[in-house]
T-cell receptor
């Protein structure tokens, strides 16, 4: 059974710092992995989707990497801003057509 | 382009009642999924519909049901509400169903906050 873990559960950093959020999954045979952002009381916003054949994806100040063999993904945020404060969730689609399995997220707080 | 719309935003119900939640996907999206989010369990998959057919179902009791209409709009129903059903219910749409081989990101609505008293 696929399990997704995100550590740490919460992270506080000063503005301008580069940071890395971690996601690990127990079964390396995945179809794709997505990173989402959730603001309080809101839905999820898709940030990056990495296909199983890819190693990384980039969007602006965000870079997500995928290492299937070790069951790990990281989300790198460059030059963090207070507006980056949110909960970040990673989700794995284990096989095509199966539901996403989510981690419980890392709540990021960026102070000005 | 309008995003995923969920109505209502908030609901308060009492135990034993039933509730219907609505989701309108992004125009052109044919796949709609439903998730339950609670502080303890996180996000858990309820079901997915594609072209009016349920393609996938999570591990929830039969009190939870859903359907999809020909215009891709979806509803979910919870009968005989329990206190533990209090949660944020999120709907997500995507362009394609995963088995087509196209990797379509999910787009989520802002959810319906259900409180059962």
């Amino acid at each position: 059974k696929q399990e997704v873990t995100q550590i740490p559960a919460a992270l506080s950093v000063p503005e301008g710092e580069n940071l890395v959020l971690n996601c690990s999954f127990t079964d390396s045979a995945i179809y794709n992995l997505q990173w989402f952002r959730q603001d309080p009381g809101k839905g999820l916003t898709s940030l990056l989707l990495i296909q199983s054949s890819q190693r990384e994806q980039t969007s602006g100040r965000l870079n997500a990497s995928l290492d299937k063999s070790s069951g790990r993904s990281t989300l790198y945020i460059a030059a963090s801003q207070p507006g980056d404060s949110a909960t970040y969730l990673c989700a794995v689609e284990s096989q095509a057509g199966t539901a996403l399995i989510f981690g419980k997220g890392t709540t990021l707080s960026v102070s000005s | 382009k309008a995003g995923v719309t969920q109505t209502p935003r908030y609901l308060i119900k009492t135990r034993g009642q039933q509730v219907t939640l609505s989701c309108s996907p992004i125009s052109g999206h044919r796949s709609v999924s439903w998730y339950q989010q609670t502080p303890g369990q996180g996000l858990q998959f309820l079901f997915e519909y594609f072209s009016e057919t349920q393609r996938n179902k999570g591990n929830f009791p039969g009190r939870f049901s859903g359907r999809q209409f020909s215009n891709s709009r979806s509803e979910m129903n919870v009968s005989t509400l329990e206190l533990g059903d209090s949660a944020l219910y999120l709907c997500a749409s995507s362009l394609e169903y995963s088995t087509t081989g196209k990797h379509s990101p999910l787009h989520f609505g802002n959810g319906t906050r259900l409180t059962v008293t």
